[in-house]
């Protein structure tokens, strides 16, 4: 029962590091299409919805490690190693894709059109990194 909890928590999680991914590209296309005086109240928006991306994440590791240690699964399976290191180069990511952006937002050469391509192109990036993600999750394949 407490690993069936655990396991929702941890789907939750995961849900919540993932969906609002996908809210990214309408707004993109808005913030395209409107007026300049209105690029830095998209870029809050945007802002926004990655902090509900980074708040997702930093449940799905205590929840995974939890689950761990509940489970008949070894802390040695290539699959979850694989995951570590995963888990550990997307933190870099995370911080290497996106902060630019954000960066980019405050500085005084901003233009709309470069912003959103950066957001864009990180946004595909992280997308590609949680369909990894999950496909490790659901397939647990054995690397070695
Ligand atoms: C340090 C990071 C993580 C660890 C240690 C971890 C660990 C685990 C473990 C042990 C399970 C249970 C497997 C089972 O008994 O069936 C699991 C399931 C799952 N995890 Fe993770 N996980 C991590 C990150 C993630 C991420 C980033 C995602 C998605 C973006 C994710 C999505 C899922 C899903 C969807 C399941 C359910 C799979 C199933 O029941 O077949 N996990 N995870």
Redesign the pocket.
């Known amino acids: 029962m407490l690993y069936k909890l655990l396991?929702f928590a941890?789907?939750v999680s995961?849900v919540a590091?993932?969906g609002p991914l996908f809210a990214i590209f309408p707004l993109l296309s808005r913030m395209k299409k409107a007026p300049e005086a209105e690029a830095l109240s998209y870029v809050n928006a945007l802002q926004g919805v990655l902090r509900a991306v980074a708040h997702g994440?930093h449940y799905?590791?205590p929840t995974?490690?939890m689950?761990?240690h509940f489970?008949g699964?070894s802390w040695g399976s290539s699959w979850?190693i694989v995951?570590?290191i995963a888990?550990t180069a997307s933190l870099y990511f995370m911080a290497s894709a996106f902060k630019p952006a954000r960066n980019f937002a405050k500085s005084a050469d901003f233009s709309k059109y470069t912003y959103i391509h950066m957001v864009k192109v990180a946004t595909w990036k992280y997308t590609a990194l949680?369909c990894f993600?999950?496909w490790l999750?659901?397939s647990?394949p054995n690397f070695w």
């Open positions: 396991l941890h789907v995961a590091a993932t994440g799905v590791v995974g490690l689950l761990i489970s699964w979850l995951t570590y888990m949680m993600f999950i999750m659901t647990k």
